[in-house]
């Protein structure tokens, strides 16, 4: 597995070795073992799955209480991922770094705890699978503002897109909750 350099130390960009033939590939997406040798050794407890269509952001999400880890892929089409460290005492709190993770290219992207994260569906459709390492909680759910001026976040948006309720009222971050 390698690492590519995403702008920000503990977010990592993470590139699998993959063995393909005229049959197809083969990756392996998670190894306990290989992961610890990246410095990654949180334990990964729920894997969840979303199917969205072009122009869906889903985010900027994060639990308060019970913060999530997530080790993020993309198994169809292709989506623009973004975390947002919200730990007060990072120098680097508030800053945004962004990946372009696909199918094509079977990049993942390690999101530790204390950061917020979302993504953007670039696609036709994207099919996006991540795995945690706390539980989901809604109770301790919160949405800081997609579009907050001061993350600097340029989505490669065409239009407006396609957002819940709880996304559009999402807060700034001058606002928000963060991690101590």
């Not at 269509?53 to 019970?66: E, N, S, Y």
């Not at 990049?107 to 989901?136: N, Q």
């Not at 971050?173 to 991690?179: G, Y």
Request: glycine residues 8%.
């Amino acid at each position: 597995m390698q690492i590519i350099p995403t702008g920000h130390p503990e977010v990592l960009l993470l590139e699998p070795k993959v063995f393909g033939d005229a049959r197809g590939f083969f990756m392996g997406s998670y190894n306990r073992q290989a992961f610890a040798a990246l410095g990654i050794t949180a334990e990964l407890v729920q894997d969840c799955h979303s199917h969205s269509t072009r122009g869906v952001l889903w985010g900027l999400h994060c639990q308060i209480r019970q913060p999530q880890g997530k080790l993020v892929r993309v198994v169809a089409g292709e989506v623009s991922d973004m975390a947002v460290d919200l730990r007060r005492g990072s120098p680097d709190f508030g800053r945004a770094v962004g990946m372009h993770l696909s199918a094509e290219n079977k990049r993942m992207a390690w999101i530790p705890p204390g950061f917020t994260h979302g993504f953007l569906v670039l696609s036709e459709f994207a099919e996006f699978l991540y795995k945690t390492t706390d539980y989901y909680a809604p109770e301790h759910e919160r949405s800081l503002l997609w579009n907050d001026p001061e993350l600097h976040i340029n989505w490669p948006l065409p239009g407006e897109p396609v957002l819940t309720e709880k996304d559009r009222k999402g807060l700034p971050l001058a606002e928000a909750e963060v991690f101590a």
